[in-house]
């Protein structure tokens, strides 16, 4: 048992399935790390959530200031958690990294949030590549008018670990840079 199969694991409990170890998450997605600690199947301290926490390169978990509770900061499928980000001014463009086969779906649709709350867009290319490249195939990074989006009236949130959110990005503010 390694870092990244423990982190998938927690990623997988709190972001999607939480029933599989009858683990209750509140509104803002946090669960209690006890319970985890209790009833996973993977031999799981405090110390190792923490570390697992502090370690990790995209900050996907946050513990509570009380420390007696984890939540997965963004990308929650389950429909009990409906995290409130908080609302905030973006930069003028923001990156999604995807695989070259859906472009030109992407281009009829636009960026769907998919069996998620919202569509995840990064700060810079660098970290949209990291996404795309999590899957086979070859990686394109968009670029994504978050100025015009934002005057056009969207909202855009800002998770606890600095990814851009918004519910859907129209096809006219997509072009694709790689």
Do not use: C
């Not at 029933?19 to 209790?38: A, P, R, S, T």
């Not at 695989?99 to 949030?113: R, T």
């Amino acid at each position: 048992m390694n870092n990244i199969e423990i982190s998938k694991y927690l990623s997988y409990i709190l972001r999607h399935k939480p029933e599989i170890i009858k683990l209750k998450l509140d509104k803002e997605g946090w669960g209690d790390i006890q319970y985890i600690i209790d009833n996973s199947e993977m031999k799981l301290s405090y110390d190792i959530i923490k570390e697992i926490v502090d370690t990790n390169d995209k900050k996907r978990f946050s513990i509570s200031e009380d420390g007696t509770k984890i939540r997965a900061n963004q990308g929650h499928t389950t429909k009990d958690v409906d995290i409130h980000f908080k609302k905030s001014i973006p930069p003028i463009i923001l990156y999604h990294g995807t695989k070259e086969e859906f472009f030109s779906s992407i281009m009829k649709k636009g960026l769907l949030p998919m069996e998620r709350q919202y569509v995840h867009l990064s700060n810079d290319i660098e970290t949209a590549k990291k996404v795309g490249d999590r899957r086979k195939g070859k990686t394109i990074i968009l670029s994504i008018d978050a100025k015009q989006m934002l005057a056009d009236g969207i909202e855009f949130y800002i998770s606890d670990n600095n990814v851009w959110l918004v519910k859907e990005v129209n096809k006219k503010y997509i072009d694709i840079i790689k």
